[in-house]
C-alpha cells in the first residue's frame, strides 16, 4: 500500500522559514522523482516542486524559485521541502506524490496524504 505522510507544517511569520517532510512507503521511493504539491482555500491543487530520482536536479514553480529548495534522502525514503522567506501567499495544505519525471508534475498515484497544513501569518 502506497503510503504518503506530510510534517512538519505549522504557522509562521512572514520571511520565516519551515521545514516540510514526506516519508514515503509502498512503492520503489529511489525510482521515482518526487514532487511537492499545494493547495489553498477554494483554489486548485498546484505543483510546488520537484527532484529528479537521484537528486541531482530540480524544478520549481516560478512562484516559490529562489526561496524553497526540495530535498531528498533514498536511505530514508524521504523528500524534504525548505522554505524560506515564507509569504502569506504561501499558506496552503501542502502534498507530496510521486512523479514519473521531474520535468512533469504530474502525480503517479491518486492517493494523496492527509498535507500538512503552513499558514504564514502577515
Known amino acids: 500500500q502506497v503510503q504518503l505522510v506530510e510534517s512538519g507544517g505549522g504557522l509562521v511569520q512572514a520571511g520565516g522559514s519551515l521545514r516540510l517532510a514526506c516519508a514515503a512507503s509502498?512503492?520503489?521511493?529511489?525510482?521515482?522523482?518526487m514532487g511537492w504539491f499545494r493547495q489553498a482555500p477554494g483554489k486548485e491543487r498546484e505543483f510546488v516542486a520537484a527532484?529528479?530520482?537521484?537528486?541531482?536536479?530540480?524544478d520549481y514553480a516560478d512562484s516559490v524559485k529562489g526561496r524553497f529548495t526540495i530535498s531528498r534522502d533514498n536511505a530514508k525514503n524521504t523528500v524534504y521541502l525548505q522554505m524560506n522567506s515564507l509569504k502569506h501567499e504561501d499558506t496552503a495544505v501542502y502534498y507530496c506524490?510521486?512523479?514519473?519525471?521531474?520535468?512533469?508534475?504530474?502525480?503517479?498515484?491518486?492517493?494523496w496524504g492527509q498535507g500538512t497544513q503552513v499558514t504564514v501569518s502577515s
Open positions: 509502498g512503492f520503489s521511493f529511489s525510482n521515482y522523482a
Open positions: 527532484i529528479r530520482w537521484n537528486g541531482d536536479s530540480t
Open positions: 506524490n510521486a512523479l514519473n519525471s521531474y520535468r512533469n508534475s504530474r502525480p503517479v498515484y491518486d492517493y
